[in-house]
Every structure is written in structure tokens, then in C-alpha cells.
């Protein structure tokens, strides 16, 4: 086995999206959030990391998105619920559909590279 067998299966998978022609932030963003969740590190896209609650519009914080009353004063970036819901979208929707959904065409890389920079941030965590 390799020493991190678990991430083989996403990389792979990221891979062929890339070939297929899926826009390459959102394969990026979705390999990272597969790769954290394999490592239990990944931050929750439904629930506010401080109280639990369902988000609707959501706070980028250090421990991930917070609703705005958690978030109060904490000068985390503002993410919309339709925002929040494509993040979504791009880790669940079968291999199969993110052409589909998310092809390179697609405009918008900045929001897939910011998605992309905060995930990389909760590494951190691992060391």
C-alpha cells in the first residue's frame, strides 16, 4: 500500500476531470475537500463551525464558515448561501456531471482559487 492510500481515489478522480475538461479550480477545490475529509479535517459547507447551525449565507473564519451572528467582529469574508451551495455542488455531484456543472468555460476562477486557499489553510492543522 501507499502511505496514503485514502488520497489516491480523489487524485485519480481529479485527474480525469482535468482530461474531461471540468473548469481545473473546481477540480482543485473538490480534490482538496475529498483529501480533508479523508483526513477528517474538512471544514462543514451546512453547518456553522462554532454553533452548529444550518447556514444560509455563511462567514469564511478560521474554523471554517460561521453564521453571521458567530461571525460578528470577526471580519470573515462573506459567502452567499448560492455561493456556499456551488461548494457544495462541486464536492457531491457525481464524477460524471462536473462537466456539466462546472465546465472550463465557466467564468469565475477567482471565487474557485479563494475556495481553493482557505481549504489549503486547514493543512495547517495537520502539522
Not at 455542488?89 to 456543472?101: D, G, H, I, V
Amino acid at each position: 500500500g501507499h502511505p496514503c492510500d485514502e488520497i489516491l481515489g480523489p487524485f485519480y478522480w481529479s485527474s480525469v476531470l482535468l482530461k474531461e475538461g471540468v473548469l481545473p479550480e473546481a477540480a482543485e477545490w473538490r480534490f482538496l475537500r475529498k483529501w480533508l475529509g479523508n483526513w477528517g479535517l474538512a471544514p462543514s459547507l451546512g453547518s456553522c463551525a462554532s454553533c452548529g447551525t444550518a447556514l444560509g449565507d455563511a462567514y469564511w473564519t478560521a474554523e471554517g464558515l460561521s453564521c453571521s451572528r458567530c461571525a460578528s467582529g470577526s471580519n470573515g469574508a462573506f459567502l452567499s448561501r448560492s455561493r456556499r451551495e456551488m461548494l457544495l455542488l462541486a464536492e457531491e455531484c457525481p464524477t460524471a456531471r462536473m462537466k456539466e456543472f462546472f465546465p472550463a468555460s465557466m467564468e469565475d476562477p477567482g471565487f474557485w482559487k479563494d475556495g481553493c486557499r482557505r481549504m489549503k489553510a486547514f493543512f495547517d492543522f495537520m502539522k
